[in-house]
């Protein structure tokens, strides 16, 4: 990829009105990723008079910017409360590097928003850095939209990469919250997975991507973290453990909302009950009050 002014441009994939605002998706030649990458970009009416305040949603395993903005509707929301939202892919696309479709949990489709450090991984693989930097600057640099401070959140594996990209970097991102995040990459089989193949055997390496020892170390200042998890979702026990995180916050004092909510599994129609909590919970405590 050359590194052109023209080929770094976005160039739009779709538009389409939304509750008098433009839901877009757009590709550009993403440097974090040395590929292609895709977002969907939603901008309420207002950005049609100046900047307006973000939050981004990062999305689970085998999911791309479309199940979040298609599924969710959040738009209504955002729309009324002046809140662009902008949705990454959850990988690089079509880079065919040997067993990147092998499996749902590994590969495309399923970064784990980790700045891989194994080959062949290592080249493209670095969605930390894609959502965590290049993909704020980038949006503000083309769009009517202020990313110095925004609100994060996500679902799933988004979910864990929401808390890490939020711990990791409390200056730009000001307040997060989760659905059914994976609290502990460490300490799951699709964290344990992910993480030995995309950095290798030496656990050390593994604590900047896994939110609960990220509470651990150096603890959240900002608003308290809000997490929904429904008592249905069969990827509790086994992967999500929830109570890791609660336990970690209790420890080190950091608030959190841990809110059960009762008969709900892991899919979009739980997300699509309680997104409109989650975008008021940041216009009223996060970088969307402004």
Wanted: glycine share 8%.
């Amino acid at each position: 990829m050359n590194g052109d002014s023209e080929s770094r441009a976005p160039r739009r994939v779709s538009r389409s009105r939304m509750f008098g605002g433009m839901q877009y998706v757009h590709e550009h030649d993403a440097a974090s990723t040395q590929s292609p990458m895709r977002f969907a970009l939603y901008l309420p009416p207002q950005a049609e008079a100046g900047r307006v305040p973000a939050m981004m949603w990062l999305s689970g395993l085998t999911c791309t910017e479309e199940n979040f903005t298609v599924k969710a509707g959040a738009q209504r929301v955002a729309s009324e409360l002046g809140i662009a939202l902008i949705v990454p892919d959850t990988s690089p696309r079509r880079l065919e590097i040997p067993g990147d479709h092998d499996a749902a949990d590994f590969g495309e489709g399923a970064g784990f928003y980790v700045d891989a450090t194994r080959s062949p991984w290592s080249a493209n693989y670095r969605m930390y850095s894609y959502v965590s930097a290049e993909l704020p600057d980038f949006v503000a640099a083309h769009f009517p939209v202020d990313t110095a401070s925004l609100g994060i959140a996500g679902h799933s594996m988004g979910g864990h990469g929401a808390l890490v990209v939020a711990l990791r970097n409390p200056g730009r991102f000001v307040s997060v919250s989760a659905f059914a995040p994976i609290v502990s990459l460490m300490q799951c089989p699709w964290g344990d997975k992910a993480l030995r193949g995309y950095l290798g055997d030496d656990r050390s390496t593994w604590r900047d991507y896994d939110a609960t020892a990220l509470i651990e170390s150096a603890g959240w200042r900002g608003p308290p973290i809000i997490i929904d998890q429904g008592t249905a979702d069969p990827f509790v026990r086994t992967q999500l453990k929830p109570e890791l995180f609660v336990a970690a916050c209790d420890a080190v004092g950091v608030p959190l909302e841990m809110r059960r909510r009762e008969g709900y599994d892991h899919s979009y129609h739980f997300v699509a009950t309680f997104i409109e909590e989650h975008l008021r919970w940041h216009a009223r405590y996060g970088s969307v009050s402004r």
